[in-house]
């Protein structure tokens, strides 16, 4: 099924979305929020820019972005996948817990922001570019790949991983980043580190036709130093 | 070894003569306090464990114990008094944040206590609960400022989605994970019998809990934790953590230690791991955001819940109150400094926020000036510890109140103020299994019960006797309240006069 959404508000495309079962082709989004919360199945392609908390609580369905996607994407997702072919705004996956996401271009802050996981659920954020500052700030789980495609610097800002205490982030670059908070641990990738990596870059390739030669040496892997990072701040009173 | 500054505040007196060494209390104290002494056969204690929560008192078969206030004391000051000066040693020792928890139980001032209500007498006569019905069903949602119609004239019913309760009380969030299993299936299974709800706090919701939805309040705060489709769609409403009355401006911080087994599942964390609830959300800095939230929820859950809006009380909440009046939320809950936690930092429960009374008495006034009360509801806690104080609380502007701190008291819950320890001898802030199991939840549920028919029946006797019978009639009732030794400035904020006025 194909929607114009060129003259509906979220309201009036968001029930147009919720009546139709299976795949359907949004064309002129134009700043509609909440598109795809909480599809659980079927695929929603996307032209144009849709806008905030696209795909938030997404449970299993895919939604493919021909276009920029603005804030709050994939907000508390829990299974599916969201494909952007140009950048995201703030706080992409903020507190996801399943699902993957791949943006072609890059992120804004906060990416990953309290990323959690579960057993078998584990989340996956791929950026192509550079990743804003914040970046996986309050981490408790999932893997958060940035690749600095045409980054000619490294692809992280200030305050990476502040308050991490899960998860893993892989970050390709030469240079390790500096300043990295307390919480964090910064090491050259393993080879381990890049099996782990290596379906989520093949599906990369895959979706935006663009070709990569990972090597471990280009990469740099960013851990919690612990599960606890907060337990030596309290005394009982 | 350093020496510890540190006298214990508390004394565990035994009488010997009725003591018959069953070493129940040693048996019961998780904190160690008490403990047999096999080659004399007799009990010894050390003081500096107890944390006064009276388990081994109410246990003690022969009443042999009692807890006092130590009689120990430093040299009289005026400014330096024993629990700052003990505070300060606790910290040179431990370099920490000092960690408490419940209620901030400073000497403030307890407005409630100030205010008196009315009765009839003479004219407009007081009504008889016992013969005479009297209405304490309420409805919380966003109310339709009009009437609409369809082409034929009949009315449209454009009632957005409403919480029906059958006393203007809801038990207030606690997580699973603060709080146990069983107390939570004693607050289900009694919010489900009263006819009320209760709120499943920040933790998620046990998937043993999913047949009380009819009867739940569902919680998103900063942390997520727990948050999916299917939960949000598990309740009666969906509840926004902005903020709480123990510790507003900070967030939540559940230690690994309590992240275990269904807790970590209901979660969604790994088992050991710290659950970091974040001081903001972090989607939301401007009411334009708070607003995205609460669509985001209401497009989740296809516009059929009433979505809940929590703040604490703090210096401009009328300001703020307004502002999540307009932002889509159908309900604002207002928590006061008074108000409970599993866990805070000392020197924020203690120092942050404001009286409860007099946010709601702000807020109602504010919302009313600006023509947009209608838009929400007001529930209000932080410290509602009677019948009475909710009939105040009506009166005052509030269509109904949060309660916790009282709940956990029916639970057996004394106050001890160590939930933080996570050792609650009463089953209630625990995950230790010897520990939960004591607290039975077909009792905990029949004493919630208890108190809350108690409490209904209070409020219709006060109703009566002031010639009101329905809550709806008493909601914004100034008229029925006066202030007792309250200087002009907190009449106006109350909007109340003083007794004999
Ligand atoms: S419970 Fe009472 S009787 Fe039993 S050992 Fe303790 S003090 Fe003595
Ligand atoms: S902590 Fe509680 S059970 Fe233990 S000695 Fe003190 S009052 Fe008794
Ligand atoms: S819940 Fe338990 S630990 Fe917390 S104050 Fe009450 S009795 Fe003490």
């Not at chain 2, 009315?118 to 109310?143: F, H, Y």
Request: charged content about 20%; aromatic content about 6%.
């Amino acid at each position: 099924m194909k929607i114009d959404a060129a003259n509906l508000d979220f309201e009036q495309l968001n029930k147009a979305l919720k009546n139709v079962q299976g795949d359907s082709i949004v064309d002129n989004c134009l700043g509609q929020r909440f598109i795809g919360v909480k599809r659980n199945s079927g695929k929603l392609t996307l032209n144009g820019t849709p806008g905030n908390a696209l795909g938030a609580y997404l449970d299993g369905a895919v939604i493919e972005v021909f276009g920029n996607a603005q804030d709050a994407v994939g907000d508390t997702m829990n299974d599916g996948k969201i494909i952007i072919h140009g950048s995201a705004g703030d706080a992409l996956g903020l507190a996801m817990r399943g699902g993957e996401i791949y943006v072609k271009e890059n992120a804004g802050y906060r990416a990953g922001i309290h990323m959690k996981e579960y057993q078998e659920k584990k989340p996956v954020i791929v950026i192509g570019g550079s990743a804003g500052s914040f970046l996986g700030e309050y981490m408790a789980g999932g893997l958060i790949i940035v690749l600095g495609l045409g980054a000619t610097k490294l692809p992280l800002k200030n305050f990476t991983g502040t308050g991490m205490h899960g998860g893993k982030m892989i970050v390709r670059t030469k240079q390790l980043p500096e300043g990295l908070p307390p919480q964090v641990s910064a090491a050259k990738a393993s080879m381990a580190d890049l099996q782990e990596i290596l379906p989520y870059l093949t599906q990369f390739s895959a979706l935006f036709t663009i070709s990569l030669t990972p090597k471990k040496e280009d990469f740099f892997v960013l851990k919690p130093n612990a599960k606890n990072p907060y337990t030596k701040l309290y005394t009982e009173n | 070894m350093a020496i510890n500054f540190l006298y214990p505040e508390y004394e565990i007196v035994r009488k010997e003569s009725r003591c018959i060494a069953c070493r129940a209390c040693e048996n019961q104290c998780a904190h160690g306090a008490h403990e047999f002494l096999a080659d004399k056969g007799v009990m010894t204690c050390d003081e500096s464990k107890c944390v006064n929560c009276h388990r081994c008192v109410c246990i003690c078969p022969t009443r042999a114990l009692k807890i006092v206030k130590s009689g120990n004391a430093y040299k009289q000051n005026a400014n330096w008094g024993q629990r700052t000066v003990d505070e300060l040693y606790r910290q040179a020792d431990s370099g920490g944040v000092l960690l408490s928890s419940m209620g901030n139980p400073q000497n403030y001032p307890v407005y409630f206590d100030k205010i008196l209500l009315n009765a009839s007498q003479v004219t407009n006569p007081s009504i008889d609960p016992l013969r005479e019905p009297m209405e304490t069903r309420c409805a919380l949602g966003a109310k339709p400022h009009r009437i609409e119609r369809d082409k034929k004239g009949n009315i449209k019913n454009n009632l957005p989605p409403q919480l029906k309760l059958s006393m203007p009380i809801l038990f207030s969030a606690m997580s699973y994970g603060s709080i146990s299993y069983n107390a939570h299936e004693s607050l289900a299974r009694a919010a489900q019998e009263l006819g009320i709800y209760y709120n499943t706090g920040e933790g998620g919701l046990h998937e043993d809990f999913y047949k009380y939805g009819k009867n739940t309040v569902v919680q998103v705060a900063s942390g997520r934790f727990g948050v999916h489709s299917g939960y949000l769609n598990a309740g009666a409403a969906v509840e926004i953590k902005m903020g709480q009355g123990a510790k507003p401006g900070i967030g939540g911080h559940l230690p690994g230690t309590k992240i275990v087994g269904d807790i970590a599942r209901t979660r969604m964390i790994p088992e050991g791991t710290d659950a970091i609830s974040p001081a903001p959300h972090h989607d939301i800095y401007s009411i334009e955001d708070l607003r995205q939230l609460v669509y985001s929820l209401k497009e989740a859950t296809d516009y059929k819940l009433p979505v809940i809006v929590k703040i604490a009380a703090v210096h401009n909440i009328t300001a703020i109150a307004s502002g999540i009046a307009r932002s889509g939320a159908d309900i604002i809950a207002i928590d006061g400094f008074r108000g409970g936690t599993g866990a805070a930092p000392t020197r924020i429960r203690d120092h942050v926020g404001i009286p409860i009374e007099l946010a709601l008495a702000s807020v109602d006034k504010r919302l009313r000036d600006e023509g947009i009360r209608d838009n929400v509801s007001l529930v209000v806690g932080g410290s509602i510890r009677s019948s009475a104080d909710i009939v105040k609380a009506v009166a005052l502007g509030a269509d109904a109140v949060y309660i916790a701190s009282a709940a956990l008291l029916a639970l057996g819950c004394h106050l001890c103020r160590s939930c933080q320890t996570g050792k609650c001898n009463w089953g209630i802030a625990t995950q230790i299994p010897q520990l939960t199991k004591r607290l039975n939840p077909d009792i905990g549920c029949k004493r919630l019960v208890n108190l809350l028919s108690a409490w209904k029946h209070e409020i219709q006797e006060m109703m009566g006797g002031m010639g009101i019978n329905s809550i709806e009639a008493l909601k914004g009732n100034r008229l029925m309240l006066r202030g007792i030794g309250l200087n002009e400035r907190e009449l106006a904020v109350l909007g109340i006069k003083h007794a004999g006025e």
